[in-house]
């Protein structure tokens, strides 16, 4: 099967071509017709927030983002607002409780703002879900139509970590503006005087974090239900500081759009930064969405003027002689990425760039990495040990390390 032809419907209306995306996140070549359960993509990442209309202005005043569609009271949906936002073929869609006695109330009590819903596209939910009840896992909902005057969407669901599931959507008979029972919606905001238009293009990764001893089974599950395959592996001194250890395994769909990096503490004389969010996310569920740019530097000169605070690196860093070596020459000089805080790591396919935001509520859970990539399949090796110093400094100034 071509590129072509697995382009999502996302990447289409972003006018994103296959050059760009085996650039940006490392789409690959990859026949479906032997997949029990084909994945095509990203389809929409969902967040429960205690405000949704003010997390809707956030992500649009900050991120760049653009509203397109929203379900609420008006509509008749009693239960909740939901605003849906798009940036390149990334969907964003913010649920926020209306109803004091919604399912929404009970869930952000327990967890606060994170993400419920890791949507993906796929050429055949009744196939996927099949899969998945041949193995065992867990199924949420049922393949079936919903419908209406734009069209029919086929949808089912799995659970996987914690309270995350993955909604399984089959667009090719739809063309409303995000499911049925949403009305198209543009924004009110006006973005400032030669803003540009995105400030991030697509979806590279999802890291979710899991408790003590149980990543291999969740690698596991990706593996036997979604036919996922290993990607990397990170144990031991790569991934440990002084104070605190992780384990990290990555998994991927064939075309290596979806990837998903499954961290677990490790045994340590302090907390890790998966202790942390385990305690403060009440379980497993998911740590940080990579958004890929193809202009880093701009993006967090952007993202700094709107008030998007980020991890220090500190001036160490840059001036260590054995990341000069290692990195070689990049397309911006290492004192630019000094100035921003911006990450840089090199493997033998290429380098990419990288930062990580702080959290983004008042939790310390979900945070936003941006990455750009000139290569480089891999997420970072070589800045893991620099990456959690900086978080074990954020944990220590909340009390958590």
Same mark, same amino acid.
């Given at each position: 099967?071509?590129?072509? =032809?697995?382009?999502?419907?996302?990447?289409?209306?972003?006018?994103?071509?296959?050059?760009?995306?085996?650039?940006?996140?490392?789409? &690959?070549?990859? @026949?479906?017709?032997?997949?029990? /359960?084909? &994945?095509?993509?990203?389809?929409?990442?969902?967040?429960?927030?205690?405000?949704?209309?003010?997390?809707?202005?956030?992500?649009?005043?900050?991120?760049?983002?653009?509203?397109?569609?929203?379900?609420?009271? =008006? !509509?008749?949906?009693?239960? !909740?607002?939901?605003f849906v936002l798009r940036s390149g073929s990334i969907r964003f869609v913010l649920k926020g409780a209306v109803d004091p006695d919604s399912e929404l109330v009970a869930h952000h009590t327990r967890h606060g703002d994170g993400v419920v819903d890791i949507a993906l596209e796929v050429p055949d939910v009744d196939k996927c879900i099949a899969q998945a009840k041949k193995v065992g896992a867990t199924?949420?909902?049922?393949?079936?139509?919903?419908?209406?005057?734009?069209?029919?969407?086929?949808?089912?669901?799995?659970?996987?970590?914690?309270?995350?599931?993955?909604?399984?959507?089959?667009?090719?008979?739809?063309?409303?503006?995000?499911?049925?029972?949403?009305?198209?919606?543009?924004?009110?905001?006006?973005?400032?005087?030669?803003?540009?238009?995105?400030?991030?293009?697509?979806?590279?990764?999802?890291?979710?974090?899991?408790?003590?001893?149980?990543?291999? =089974?969740?690698?596991? /599950?990706?593996? #036997?239900?979604?036919?996922?395959?290993?990607?990397?592996?990170?144990?031991?001194?790569?991934?440990?500081?002084?104070?605190?250890?992780?384990?990290?395994?990555?998994?991927?769909?064939?075309?290596?759009?979806?990837? /998903?990096?499954?961290?677990?503490?490790?045994?340590?004389?302090? #907390?890790?930064?998966?202790?942390?969010?385990?305690?403060?996310?009440?379980?497993?569920? %998911?740590?940080?969405?990579?958004?890929?740019?193809? @202009?880093?530097?701009?993006? &967090?000169? %952007?993202?700094?003027?709107?008030?998007?605070?980020?991890?220090?690196?500190?001036?160490?860093?840059?001036?260590?002689?054995?990341?000069?070596?290692?990195?070689?020459?990049?397309?911006?000089?290492?004192?630019?990425?000094? #100035?921003?805080?911006?990450? &840089?790591?090199?493997?033998?396919?290429?380098? +990419?760039?990288?930062?990580?935001?702080?959290?983004?509520?008042?939790?310390?859970?979900?945070? /936003?990495? +941006?990455? =750009?990539?000139?290569?480089?399949?891999?997420?970072?090796?070589?800045?893991?040990?620099?990456?959690?110093? %900086?978080?074990?400094?954020?944990?220590?100034?909340?009390?958590?390390?």
């Open positions: 099967m071509s590129f072509q =032809e697995t382009l999502t419907n996302e990447e289409k209306l972003a006018d994103l071509d296959v050059d760009q995306l085996k650039k940006l996140v490392g789409l &690959v070549e990859y @026949d479906e017709s032997g997949d029990e /359960f084909p &994945v095509t993509g990203w389809d929409a990442i969902v967040f429960v927030v205690g405000n949704a209309t003010q997390a809707a202005h956030y992500y649009q005043s900050a991120w760049g983002m653009e509203l397109e569609a929203y379900s609420g009271p =008006e !509509h008749g949906n009693r239960d !909740h607002k939901a199924v949420l909902v049922e393949p079936h139509d919903e419908t209406d005057e734009h069209g029919t969407i086929r949808i089912g669901a799995i659970a996987t970590y914690g309270e995350t599931r993955h909604t399984l959507i089959d667009r090719s008979r739809y063309n409303g503006p995000y499911l049925p029972g949403y009305v198209a919606r543009s924004s009110t905001f006006v973005k400032r005087d030669g803003a540009p238009k995105r400030l991030f293009q697509a979806l590279d990764h999802i890291v979710g974090n899991v408790e003590l001893g149980k990543m291999d =089974e969740w690698v596991g /599950f990706y593996n #036997k239900v979604m036919g996922f395959t290993n990607m990397a592996e990170f144990i031991g001194d790569d991934i440990a500081t002084d104070y605190s250890a992780l384990m990290s395994k990555v998994v991927a769909n064939g075309n290596h759009r979806v990837k /998903f990096p499954l961290n677990e503490p490790a045994i340590s004389t302090h #907390k890790s930064q998966i202790d942390e969010y385990l305690d403060f996310y009440r379980g497993p569920g %998911a740590q940080h969405l990579a958004l890929a740019t193809n @202009d880093i530097l701009a993006t &967090v000169d %952007a993202l700094r003027a709107e008030g998007v605070d980020f991890l220090d690196t500190p001036d160490s860093y840059y001036s260590d002689p054995e990341l000069r070596e290692r990195i070689g020459q990049v397309r911006v000089p290492i004192e630019e990425l000094q #100035k921003r805080g911006i990450l &840089v790591d090199r493997d033998e396919d290429g380098y +990419l760039l990288q930062i990580f935001t702080k959290p983004l509520g008042d939790r310390p859970t979900v945070f /936003f990495e +941006l990455i =750009e990539r000139h290569g480089s399949l891999g997420f970072g090796k070589g800045n893991f040990k620099a990456l959690f110093v %900086a978080l074990e400094r954020e944990q220590a100034r909340r009390g958590n390390l």
